[in-house]
Structures are given as structure tokens and as C-alpha cells.
Nanobody, 122 residues
């Protein structure tokens, strides 16, 4: 099983990026899918999660209204659209899959991607 995160890069404040996470090795249509991030010198933190049906989403307060999580079960892929990026969004972003419907608790995630770097310049 492999989760491959992509789409990171360098962007100016106020810009946008879309992260993708492509899963292989099994079907994740019954898994909740999430995004986490780790900024330099900080703990990993929850960003967003979407339920397997796509009907339920949760966001960290710091990204609510700016980030949107979505998924395409046919492609075994999920996305994080990031708008109005701020320098404090700079971090390595990780995608992850959970057997739960949707959770913000990182300890309940079963599979993790390798991370993709997002850098927002001021």
C-alpha cells in the first residue's frame, strides 16, 4: 500500500495550491482520508478530513474557509485545495487514510504518505 502526495511548492502569500494524494495497493473507498501538516519546529497537526462518502468534512480552525478537501473514489485519490495561503501555512503536508469514518486524531490513521513541502513566502 502506498500513498503518494504531490502538488506542493513555493507560492506567494494569497496564492493557491492543490495537493493530491494518490493511493495504490488497495481501494480506499471505505476509508476516511485526511491531511496533516508539520511546520518547522512544531508538532504535526490536523488540517482536514473527509469521510469515505464525501458527505462529512472537518477542518482545523486555522484553515477553515480557505482550504477544501475532496476525493475521487474512482481514482483512489483525494485532494486539498488551498486558497489564500499564508506564511504560517508553510509546512510539510501529509496525506493519510483511516478506517474510521472521519477523525482528527492522527493516532487513528492507518496509512501515511511521504509528505509534500508547501512554502508560502510573504
Amino acid at each position: 500500500v502506498q500513498l503518494q502526495a504531490s502538488g506542493g511548492g513555493l507560492v506567494q502569500a494569497g496564492g493557491s495550491l492543490r495537493l493530491s494524494c494518490a493511493a495504490s495497493g488497495r481501494t480506499f473507498s471505505r476509508y476516511g482520508m485526511g491531511w496533516f501538516r508539520r511546520a518547522p519546529g512544531k508538532e504535526r497537526e490536523f488540517v482536514a478530513v473527509i469521510s469515505y462518502s464525501g458527505s462529512t468534512t472537518y477542518y482545523a480552525d486555522s484553515v477553515k474557509g480557505r482550504f477544501t478537501i475532496s476525493r475521487d473514489n474512482a481514482k483512489n485519490t483525494w485532494y486539498l485545495q488551498m486558497n489564500l495561503l499564508k506564511p504560517e501555512d508553510t509546512a510539510v503536508y501529509y496525506c493519510a487514510a483511516t478506517r474510521t469514518i472521519a477523525t482528527i486524531d492522527s493516532s487513528r490513521y492507518d496509512y501515511w504518505g511521504q509528505g509534500t513541502q508547501v512554502t508560502v513566502s510573504s
